[in-house]
């Protein structure tokens, strides 16, 4: 569980996240969503410690995460985008990553099959394409098994069959009770995946509902239309 209270951001003269409050449950698949710079990354990184509130806190599993740093084994992150040294290889950053963590019996090589990213190890990060970056950025937030995934634009850059593979893992873990919590702008592919949608709009959460609850408001089927009723 992940809960998120009155988080409060501002960059400069720009109050980027305003009294925050989200909540993400156990075995929850949260869609977050919102316009170009609305501040589902601040958010995200503010639940990982990447970007420090000026005020408010996180709950992770029942304690407050500020100033803690072990809690963040048990998430696993991809970025929106991948920044590892431009000098090294797949191969050398994933080892690197290996090495890092205690952890290293339970690894979870599934994707890193699937999209055959041994078969490229050898290559180096700086002359990666866009779509191989998230290729690596997705292969390393599912490897430690962690029990929740925060995935900021997965799919973005993807090719559609990488994407549908990565979809597909997103569903295998969500079975397996996981919480996700997914920024996209692609609605689209979200409709299969989701339980919850937090929207935000310039710094706020206008809502956090379950995908029934909007559902049941809108009598839409499809997230679009649904977000599209909801914020007419
Ligand atoms: N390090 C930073 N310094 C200054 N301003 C920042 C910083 N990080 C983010 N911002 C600003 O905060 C606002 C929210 O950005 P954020 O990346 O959280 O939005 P977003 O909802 O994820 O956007 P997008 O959908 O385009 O990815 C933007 O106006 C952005 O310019």
Redesign the pocket.
């Known amino acids: 569980m992940i809960i998120t209270e009155h988080i409060n951001k501002r960059?400069?003269n720009?109050q980027?996240l305003k009294d925050v409050h989200i909540m993400c449950r156990p075995g929850a698949c949260i869609a977050l969503i919102?316009?170009?710079?609305?501040?589902?990354?601040?958010?995200i990184k503010s639940i990982l410690q990447m970007v420090l509130p000026d005020t408010g806190k996180v709950i992770f599993q029942g304690e407050d995460i500020t100033g803690q740093w072990s809690y963040r084994a048990k998430i696993g992150f991809m970025p929106?985008m991948t920044r590892y040294p431009e000098n090294m290889s797949i191969g050398e950053v994933m080892s690197m990553m290996i090495d890092i963590r205690k952890d290293q019996k339970n690894l979870d090589e599934e994707l890193i099959d699937q999209y055959h990213l041994k078969e490229i190890y050898y290559k180096r990060m700086g002359t990666l394409s866009g779509g191989m970056r998230q290729k690596v950025g997705a292969c390393l937030a599912f490897l430690f098994q962690p029990d929740i995934l925060i995935l900021d634009?997965p799919t973005a850059g993807l090719d559609p069959l990488s994407s549908e593979i990565l979809k597909q893992k997103i569903l295998k873990e969500k079975a397996k009770g996981k919480s996700t919590i997914i920024?996209s702008?692609v609605l689209s592919e979200l409709d299969e995946m989701i339980t919850e949608v937090i929207y935000?709009q310039d710094?706020q959460v206008l809502f956090q509902k379950t995908l029934e609850d909007l559902q049941q408001e809108t009598h839409e089927v499809k997230l679009s239309k649904m977000i599209a009723k909801i914020i007419a």
């Open positions: 960059f400069g720009q980027v919102g316009p170009n710079g609305s501040g589902k990354t601040t958010l929106q634009e920024s702008h935000m710094g």
